[in-house]
């Protein structure tokens, strides 16, 4: 090619350059905009409207320069909307599972045609999502679409479902919740952020067009996130799932909180991910792979390199190498750039190293390639990295240091591995506390690859048919959503710390009735506080004395949990069953005591009493059956390799025990934890505590490790306190009032934490059937977390 300068094989391999980029072109994007006079209007009932008298707001492209205006919805076009949306569930949930198939493969035809068009509106945006990706994903969904009554019989959708977006979140982390909904039969009101929102009206427009019903698919644009808890405040709404960063998503949570509505939560975007290099790694490779992904103009994640000492100057050099007449990156703002200096030189100060591109432009939005040399694992450019194309690297010696630098940070998005050693690759995807672990490549994703973020970085799962679930729910009456409500007013930093009356135990004596203890550590004990609380039977007359837990007990039993959860996770599953086997069989021995249990307190009958017991007793022999039934596998993909998709347990959760069925509820709620490799805190019914203390009996002679199942007895919100500001604890099954369910959606956002709430019935209202067989697989899927491993091949 004329004006070319020709490179040798040799000198190529050793600068590793790449070949020049081809010219982009955004003619058809600008066409697209213009035949809009540059003025985005909302979707709604299958065609664009453009209201009179709304605010707008401004998106601009990377080089400042507006783009085009993005209508800001009103309350009006809420209410509109949500009617739109209710009618389209009836009309698109009405069709059968083949002829919804049928629609969206249809989609799939017009996306082909118009895939340029997608493509550059989404570049100019920066909202990345290649028409590839986008085709990939109708596809998938579609065939759910066509198995889901053949191979999800007991489960409905959900109906009109809310997906909310950040600013700064791609069309392709939408789509991936909004396809998925679809394909289930719900309806979707899409909330995008700014960046996103052109490319979303483009794409809601090109799905009517493939046949899409009107109202099965709306998009409303907004100021921010907030607007997406008003639509969330609308009583038409079944199901609120966010996408984006985490600040967006705390306030979503803490905006929708008491609306008794669920809200899933994918805080994707700023997560820091650990980029592993061992010495066995193919170094040219990783490099490659470091450059092509780290020093990119748009970057959702913050990459963290881990290098093993043998090999870091090898490494480091290449990167030189490799760096050496790269220009610097363009950054949103000027204040983006000072937060990168600032970090920059705070590394500095504390003794590291810098590794540039080139030198930094005296002003402007542009920052170098930086790769940062020497920064301790507690430095704030690793534990908080601001925007910029920022590289901390970090050296360790062993496996084992590997996985502690990689799992010390309050993320858990995604990990990239880079080794020769299948054996090492694999035993440090599963040690590292991600959803998501490619081996030898990076940010490699596919639909059929179920993926659970971790700890800060998600509350839900997207992928596989494990994420289409979170669009469902069972079929049976025997799970009753939360009840929509108006949030209360609530002084959250109050609720719970009311002062409790005082119990004074009388002076032993035939007549006293005998004081119980709760159970921390594998030991029965007293509260820290020492306080005791009444027993009553249903009569009123005072049975014993419990103890009165308070935030020093929770904090014991987190202690004792956290020792022994990690053991008990890595047993085999058969092993888990044969401790749950024991249980039952130790319940069925104290089956006399337990019966009577009931009977005092809740005032059944002896025959009802004891028909609860051989419930219980089954349902712990089911839970046994169940441990390895819940299995993970080894996806299909479209491109060279192999995936497997894993469930993990939790960790330690805390479970709040409802009223009714308090026995069988109890062994259902225990099992489900339990049998999957988690720790669980019970905090016993205020009302029936007894049966779960009788229990405790039970507990002593299994052959649980001693801190697995832990006991404590109080006040019901003091101890929902303690668990909901515990950061230790990743997920609260909550039975109780309304208000403590609003304020466990309220302070369970940061830490986030996975959540299980249901309002407690008053006045004889039926709620969830403990005795329905559906509820092993609901209970089973809240009780672990998906991780997807993916080694391509050549």
Known sequence: MAGSTKNSVHEIFHSMESGPEGASSTNTAQAWLDHRSRSLGLFIDGKLVVPADRPSRSLTDCEGAQLCSVMVAGDEDVSVCSSSSVIGFKSWSELSCSQRAKVMLRMVGVLGQHAVCVSEVCDVCEAACPPASLIRLLQFYSSWAQLRDALMPSWTPRGVVLVVGSDDCSLQQLMIKVLPALAMGNSVIVVPGLSSAPPALLLAELFSAAGLPAGALNVLTGSDTLFGAKVAANQNISYVTFSGNKQEGVLLCEATAGLGVSVSVSSILGARCPFIVFESADIDSAVDAIVQNVFTKRREVHWVLCVQESVQERLVSRLRLRMSGMKSLSLRSEEERRLVEAAVQEAEQQGATLVQSCSPPSSGAQYPPTVILGSAPSSPCVVAPPPGPLLPLLTFRSNSEAVALANHSPHGLAASIWTEELTLALETAKSVCVGSVCVNSVSLSDPSLPVSPHKESGSCTDGGQEGLYQFLRPSSSSSPPLPRSSPLSMDYSQFGSAAPPTTIIPADSASTPKSLPQFVGGKSCKSVSGCSLKVQAADGAVLAFCPDGGRKDVRNAVEAAVKVQPGWMKKSASARAQSLFSLAKGLEAKRRDLSASINTQTGLSLDKADEEVELSIARLNDWAAYCDKLQGGTPSLPLSGSALSLPEALGVVGVVLPDENPL???????????????????????????????????????????????????????????????????????????????????????????????????????????????????????????????????
């Open 664 to 794: 069988l509820s109890m062994v259902t709620l225990l099992g489900a934890a339990i049998s999957f490799g988690n720790a669980v805190i019970l905090i016993p019914s205020e009302k029936n505590p007894l049966p779960a203390l009788t229990f405790i009996q039970v507990l002593q002679a299994s052959d649980l490790p001693a801190g697995l199942v832990n006991i404590i007895t109080g006040y019901k919100d003091q101890l929902t306190v303690s668990l909901a500001n515990h950061s230790v604890i990743k997920a609260i099954w909550y039975w109780g009032s309304a208000e403590g369910c609003q304020f466990v959606q309220h302070s369970c956002s940061a830490p986030l934490k996975t959540l299980l709430l249901s309002i407690q019935q008053k006045g004889g209202e039926r709620g969830r059937d403990w005795t329905h067989p559906s509820i092993l697989e609901e209970m089973g899927r809240n009780a672990v977390q998906w991780k997807s491993i993916w080694i391509p091949t050549a």
